[in-house]
Structures are given as C-alpha cells and as structure tokens.
C-alpha cells in the first residue's frame, strides 16, 4: 500500500503465467481476472493495468496473441479499469499477465492480519482448479468436463470484495497458487491465530474428483505440500482432500473472516459463498483440518 491521502493509498500487484486453457481469449480472461484478484484480496478497486507477454513469434500466429490481449482487456473493462500499455518480448514459452494498480481507503483495506478467535471462515470458489486443468493438458476429461471450472477462473472477485468492505470486514487473502493450505497460512501467521478447516465443507468443482483420481495431479502441489506439511495438523483427513488443500489454484475465490454478526449477511450478498471453518486461539498448528 502506498498512501497518497488520509482516505486514499495505491494498491499494486503483477501477475502472468503460461496458458492453462486451450482457447486465446478465454486464457487473456483468465489470466487477467487472476491479476486482477489481488487488487480485490486487498479491498481496493483496479484502475489501471499493464499486460506483460511473452510470445514465441517465430512458432505461433499473431493472431493468438491477438485473441489473447482481447481476452484481457474485456475482462479490465469488467473490472472498471483500462489498459494503459504493456511490453512485450520474444520468448520460447507464450506467458501473459497484468500489473495492476488499484486504489483502496487505508482504513478499510482487507488484510491477512485481522482474523480474530470465533470468526468464520468463508470460501467465495470452489476447489480443484489444479486437477482439472492438468487433466485437460493431459487429455485425461473432455472440454465440456473443464467448462465450469474456466467459468470459476474468469470470474472476477470484485462482488466478494466490495461486500466484505462494505461489511467492514478487515481480514481477506485469495486462493492462488500457494493452495488453500498455504494461503490459510498467512492469515494464521498475520493473525496469531490457529484456523480449523472442516474439509468435508469444502466446495469442489465439477471434474476434479475424476481429475484426481485420474493422476492429474499439479507439479506445484508437491512444494504446497512441503511449505505446509509441518505447519499442518493433518487430523484424519482423506486423500482427496487432504489432496485438494493443497491443490494450485488460478484465479481462485477469497477466503473471508467474518465476525459472527455478519456471516449470514454476507452469504446472502455473496451467494457462491461457503463456510469452510472457523477461526481459534492460536495453538501447536497453525492449521487444523477437521
């Protein structure tokens, strides 16, 4: 954050990866609305952006990139802001992303340090981006099995955010690559508090269960796994979910502290939105999976 004002601070972010869906502009939709969620993870609003591409000009058609950079720019339209510029280079590998700038109040910005003992905690996506991407790399599900999930990925935070904000909520993070263990995480260490997952509550896509069990299991979910092995009290837990927790997410959901008060009028403003667990006085784990 940087604070330009009593009432106003800038918010910034960058964000790009190779694609993960097969289409151009559906992956330009996706890769923005991933950027752009950590701009709402903070309670701010996008106001500009910049793309950042990596395209390999002498293997593929311009036209790629093309569908590409109009995939992103709908979805910063969606968003209320505008790209400004960008730079690109020749690379081996396409990638595409976005720095984004935003602006947040200073006092309402949503933070990983405001969880605090008896609040809720609400996921706004489902799980398993991970899985069923992988498998759709690998041919392991049809196209039609990966809709829902591309859906998920395009849709932006912003109503989750904005009604957190408005709800006066102050603690926040979204689910991106380090899984939902790895980011529950930082709020546990942000907070000093312990956070009790019941995993039996966890949304999950459709597909992701046959993904898994298919083997389509992410390369990054092995360093998930060793960042939170430690930090984890694992409890009874499933494979699939203890799988699931750790799953890489692109473009994943907010996970919410909400004081009791609020939670059910959240859930009525944010209607995807599911109470996962609960937030504790800090114990031996910073994570406890029930």
């Known amino acids: 954050m940087f604070r330009l004002s009593d009432d106003l601070a800038l918010v910034q972010t960058v964000d790009f990866f190779a694609p993960i869906?097969?289409?151009?502009?559906?992956?330009?939709?996706?890769?923005?609305?991933?950027?752009?969620?950590?701009?709402?993870?903070?309670?701010?609003?996008?106001?500009?952006?910049?793309?950042?591409?990596?395209?390999?000009?002498?293997?593929?058609?311009?036209?790629?990139?093309?569908?590409?950079?109009?995939?992103?720019q709908d979805k910063v339209h969606e968003a209320g802001a505008s790209i400004i510029g960008g730079h690109s280079i020749i690379d081996e590998e396409l990638k595409y992303g976005l720095s984004v700038t935003g602006?947040?109040?200073?006092?309402?910005?949503?933070?990983?340090?405001?969880?605090?003992p008896g609040d809720s905690l609400v996921l706004t996506k489902p799980l398993g981006t991970g899985f069923v991407t992988?498998?759709?790399?690998?041919?392991?599900?049809?196209?039609?099995?990966?809709?829902?999930?591309?859906d998920a990925m395009r849709t932006l935070n912003r109503d989750a955010s904005r009604q957190a904000v408005a709800l006066g909520v102050k603690c926040a993070t979204d689910i991106t690559g380090f899984g939902l263990l790895g980011h529950a995480?930082?709020?546990?260490?942000?907070?000093?508090?312990?956070?009790?997952?019941?995993?039996?509550?966890?949304?999950?896509?459709?597909?992701?269960?046959?993904?898994?069990?298919?083997?389509?299991?992410?390369?990054?979910?092995?360093?998930?796994d060793a960042f939170v092995r430690e930090l984890t009290d694992w409890g009874h837990t499933e494979p699939f979910h203890e799988?699931?927790?750790?799953?890489?997410?692109?473009?994943?959901?907010?996970?919410?502290?909400?004081?009791?008060?609020?939670?059910?009028d959240y859930?009525?403003?944010?209607?995807?939105?599911?109470v996962i667990g609960a937030v504790l006085p800090r114990g031996e784990h910073a994570i406890v999976l029930a």
């Not at 969620?37 to 950042?52: Q, R």
């Not at 992988?134 to 591309?150: E, F």
């Not at 859930?267 to 599911?274: D, E, Y």
């Open 185 to 224: 995480s930082h709020i546990a260490h942000g907070s000093d508090v312990t956070i009790r997952i019941d995993t039996a509550r966890l949304p999950v896509l459709p597909g992701a269960l046959d993904a898994w069990r298919a083997g389509a299991t992410p390369g990054g979910a092995d360093r998930n």
């Open 21 to 72: 869906v097969d289409d151009p502009y559906q992956f330009g939709q996706v890769a923005a609305a991933n950027a752009l969620s950590d701009i709402y993870a903070m309670g701010g609003e996008p106001l500009t952006a910049l793309s950042i591409v990596g395209f390999p000009i002498d293997t593929l058609p311009i036209e790629i990139l093309t569908e590409i950079l109009r995939g992103g």
């Open 267 to 274: 859930l009525s403003r944010v209607p995807q939105a599911v």
């Open 134 to 150: 992988t498998a759709l790399k690998r041919g392991a599900i049809s196209a039609d099995v990966a809709v829902p999930t591309i």
């Open 243 to 264: 799988a699931l927790v750790i799953d890489p997410q692109t473009s994943g959901g907010l996970l919410v502290s909400l004081p009791a008060p609020i939670v059910e």
């Open 103 to 116: 602006r947040v109040h200073p006092d309402h910005m949503l933070t990983n340090a405001g969880a605090r």
